[in-house]
């Protein structure tokens, strides 16, 4: 059914096909490719990283390294040995699923072009049983499957995830056939009766079920939970068992359904939780949802920076005690934030509960988004919460996971606006767009007009073809403690909002309109005492973004000795310079003016101190706030 | 010079003179008469006013009781002994204040020949040495001066107040000639080698203030500070000092210069106050103005409820202990919270900080608006914070000060919207009006629109004859955290607010237009643990409206059970029936609907449970706001 769906894309000239989404959670996103953003705050973004972001990457894996080289080493085009770190592999096809996706939305004949090439280099450098791996290939071909760590899995996931784009984007099969060769290999050889095995860095899993839904070849689906299953029981192999983390940094101390507390490498639990969701959507397995609710709690509630970013230590790139949550040395890689985001986005899939969305969007709008200037052509990889003037943005990095995981992720924004089921629509995020998708065999067009995250004010129109019943459910944010409502000019009555959504169920007829209006003060925010280092501060907030202060706005005051309290009032203001399209927040510390700029656009102009958490000076009075 | 543009004035058949407010000042109330009301939030209400708190007043005192037959009595045209309490000539002239007031923007005819002929009752029954009072006429010729309570000088103050009014509406003297041979009586019998006399219930200071203004005439200011200074010295009289309260109970424990603390009778303390902030303004004295300041902090920080409502015990109509604030047997006499709108009112005017206009604001949109229902005939004398269901509004009292002095009072609100001097605009209430005001010689037009306060968005046209400088400034009200501004469309750089006051300096030129943006969340508030009964405990309170649950809207919960927490989503929605030009809100708990209406509309409809202060869960979570 979804092939013969394509087959007509193609035959009416539509190269874009449906992009795949786990498709047994009871509720499915409406994917990018039906969501058209028109919107202040994104479009500028989506036009940095089709201009920048994916320039940048082609240059970095193409001519600036060894990336694309390697493959054409492996497939006999060039001569040499591997250059490079063992999983470069990846960011090549993290690259490839960017483009894949800017593609869908922007048909660019140049940059399908540069795919069928790359696709070819990877195509031969696939070998006969279907492994595909450049650094083993290359260099140590008789020692692939020897050690855990060395993110063969990993690479062949994103490898999956790429080719899907690609077919996606494009109906051609070029990419996906490898893909698909790559996994029979890996159920080949892996699998009950056959080897055991742990990925050292998980992807695999989540991959597998996206090959699954593509392909309806349910045999990558049990794959997938093999793989789950082999965790914790000490399978793994290789040196990282020895080393000062143990099986724990990658997950693999207890079986996944014993997990309670967060621990290891930050991005490998995203990306292992994302996969757990996917799996125990499909399979029905409670446990598995049990063990991912209770972790949530743990990240969430005693391990996550208010910016949504996790993983405080650069040690293991990952997590260490409760509430051990420094600010300067915060590590929050960009790619933890970004697994934050996949993660949430299936907890929220899993449960319709908008409170996996609240995280979600607090990881995107300060923990991902910071990861990248405004250009699109600058990253973090490393995401403090202070910073002494020395940490800024990179071109690119030996490691390069977070720019190219920045390349795929941006370009899926669309995906994270709305789900559906037959008799429900859920608005998660407010960003301008339109969207076209059918309800009950009825074609909807919706539209959103806003300037969220600036304002809470929110237009949003509904015309099906025809009228039709359905559940509107329009997420109050987690920040929003008061909003208001109007259908057609008329106020809500709401009796009450149920898991973080406002429900309006009725016929909907062409040109019904609704306006919500959440209420967005400036917020100071508290973390709980247990965090040592925020004792006596406060992070300022607005809406989903957290500020921060940075020096070049605040030249005459040192920025370490700036002290709020419950009376500061707050202007907000329109920025300046790089910052024109922002609201930024000014106060006053003892007749200094302080600027608080949002913390994802800080080190995008004078390199300078900046600080998330401020000083706090309590105020008794008789009635407070 | 006043009397001569009273004149010009009446040349062109103007008959509303400027109001007289207290000129030293280093800022000035712009008058009601300069200031046209219209506003969703007061213009319904000064219409009930029109229609019926004066049509009540008129009727209670004129056909109800022997309010006016007193009168007659004592002039001779009726027969009998004084009839009612020794203070009901004031509920008279307040009466008489409200309807001079009303004729200022609303001339009619009726209402004139009322007062003259009323004025005519009064003049007849003032004494050949000026004197003046029923009661003591009537019924105790020869005990004049004998008694500190009996009220003789507040209702001679109330006399004089009413007698400017009518001076100022209608240009006649009728009513003055009376009120200043009333004052030169007091000033011939009291004084510096004259009789010591301390007045039980503070009133007549003001109003000397007042007469001085009205006919620069400088001995009645002098008498308004020598009574001042009497007070504290043991030369109070009657058996006040030997009841349980003492001479604490009228402010005659400590010479004023020294007052700290707060003590007694609510209303009289802030009549006393008021009256010293205008003595204190035009005969500089610091003393006066660092007590005012003392007993403020007491007041507002120990001794307030959060509607602004002053005076917690039945008692003594007054205070008792810090932090005694029950809300069942919350006295918080109406009196006494405009009695806090007129001391707060000079205490900004003393010192141009907005400090004083938060407090006022509280007191008068929570604790004054409280004591008349909406159709501005029925009225509270008291103002719990929380009902069984057994306290109402009434038509009247037999101590009836309440209803008249909110007859007064009501049509006086736009002398509370704007502050000015030679080169300054305060702006302190957020009202729809349009004003007309002279600034150093040119004739200035300023609008206000806004839906205050149901939202905070407010829109300023300033339309100077020809462009002239001042410095405008905008109040940001303390419960208000943040806020945008822009002048001409351009947003407006704030380096600071001081004083509570966002300063806009600049040549304003025909056309100069201000948006102002207050985010106006609902808020849960909490008292000082000190305040026992408030113990995990929250108002919920949206701009400067405290909300209540009332059980008409709450029908399937008990309202005592109720409880909220940070978690709780408030839904601003429009209100119905009575309420439908109001917000209301909505929350859940456990399952119930909860509705929340401004605390000044409660018991407007059908009788019930009420609660300001609503049980509280505290919710633990890594982040709170």
Known sequence: MKKYIFLIFQIFGITSASVVVAQSYQVQPIPFNQVSIEDGFWSPRLKSHSLNTLQTCIHQTRDSTERINNFKKAAGLLEGQHQGIYFDDSDV???????????INNPNPEYEKLLDDWISYIAKSQQADGYLNTFYTLNHPDERWTDMEKHEMYCGGHMIEA???????????????????????LDDTFGPGKQHWVPGH??????????????????????????????????????????????AYCQDDVPVSEIADIKGHAVRAMYLF??????????????????????????????????????????????????????????????????????????NL???????????????????????????NLFFYVNPLESDGDHHRQRWFGCACCPSNISRFVPSIGSYIYLKNDNEVFVNLYIGNEANFKLANTNVHLTQKTNYPWDGEI??????????????????????????????????????????????????????????????????????????????????????????????????????????????????????????????????????KLTFI??????????????????????SSLYTN
Chains 1, 2 share one sequence.
Not at 93 to 103: D, H, P, Q, T
Request: glycine fraction near 8%.
């Open 598 to 619: 949002p913390y994802f656009a800080w080190d995008n102009r004078e390199p300078g101190k900046m600080e998330v958490w401020i000083n706090y000076k309590n105020q």
């Open 459 to 592: 237009a949003i129109s509904i015309d099906p073809e025809t009228s039709v019943p359905f559940n509107l459910k329009l997420r109050i944010p987690g920040w929003c403690k008061s909003f208001g409502a109007s259908l057609n000019g008329k106020t809500i009555e709401v009796s009450s909002i149920e898991d973080g959504y406002l429900s309006i169920e009725r016929k909907w007829a062409p040109g019904d309109k609704i306006a919500l209006s959440l209420e967005m003060p400036v917020e100071l925010i508290k973390a709980d005492d247990r965090v040592a280092e925020n004792k006596n501060k406060r992070a300022v907030q607005r809406g989903p973004l957290v500020y921060c202060v940075e020096q070049i706005d605040n030249a005459t005051t040192n920025i370490d000795e700036i002290t709020i309290s419950r009376n500061n009032i707050f202007t907000i203001t329109q920025g300046e310079g790089k910052l024109n399209n922002m609201k930024v927040l000014t106060t006053t510390d003892k007749a200094n």
């Open 350 to 376: 899993l449960s319709k509960d908008a409170k996996y969305v609240d995280i979600l969007e607090r990881s995107l709008y300060n923990g991902v988004l910071s990861g990248v200037n405004l250009e699109g």
């Open 274 to 347: 994302t996969g757990m969701a996917d799996v125990a959507s499909e399979m029905n397995i409670p446990e598995y949802v049990d063990a991912l609710k209770r972790v949530w709690e743990d990240v969430t509630q005693r391990n996550m920076y208010v910016t949504g970013g996790i993983g405080s230590s650069r040690s293991n790139e990952g997590f260490t005690e409760d509430y051990d949550l420094p600010n300067k040395t915060a590590y929050c890689e960009t790619c933890a934030s970004i697994g934050m985001v996949f993660w949430n986005n299936r907890m």
């Open 93 to 103: 096809y993290k690259a490839m699923e960017g483009i894949a996706y800017s593609l």
């Open 163 to 185: 080719a899907i784009a690609h077919y996606q984007a494009t109906g051609k099969k070029s990419f996906l056939d490898v893909a698909v060769k790559f996994a029979d290999y």
């Open 202 to 247: 998980e992807e695999i899993e989540l991959a597998l079920v996206k090959l699954y839904h593509t392909t309806e070849n349910k045999k990558y689906l049990d794959l997938a939970r093999w793989l789950l299953e082999e965790r914790g029981h000490g399978h793994g192999k290789g040196g990282i068992w020895e080393s000062e983390w143990g099986p």
